[in-house]
């Protein structure tokens, strides 16, 4: 997910995601949504997991290697839950 509230207008948004075929959903803010989250500055990213927890939050770029590890790690999670028998 992107969030963009720095008063980026949507039209430019929605071209650079068309450009460079990025997929996840994005919004561009007014300060609902920024009020609401609360980040403590920009960038900040977020990892949210299948119930909609944040389970990972980075004010500042935490590198390419701290993401993918925390995806991993959350893949697994998911991968180990989804085989556990129903109850």
Not at 15 to 21: F, Q
Not at 42 to 70: C, L, M, N, Q, S
Request: no cysteine; charged share 40%; proline share 7%.
């Amino acid at each position: 997910m992107h969030l963009k509230y720095d008063g980026e207008d949507a039209r430019k948004v929605k071209e650079v995601m068309d450009k460079e075929k990025l997929s996840w959903r994005s919004f561009v803010d007014r300060g609902a949504i920024a009020e609401k989250w609360k980040p403590p500055g920009t960038p900040t990213f977020y990892i949210i997991d299948p119930k909609g927890v944040i389970r990972h939050k980075w004010a500042g770029a935490p590198g390419e290697k701290a993401i993918a590890t925390a995806l991993e790690k959350l893949i697994q999670e998911a991968e180990r839950e989804a085989k556990k028998p129903a109850e």
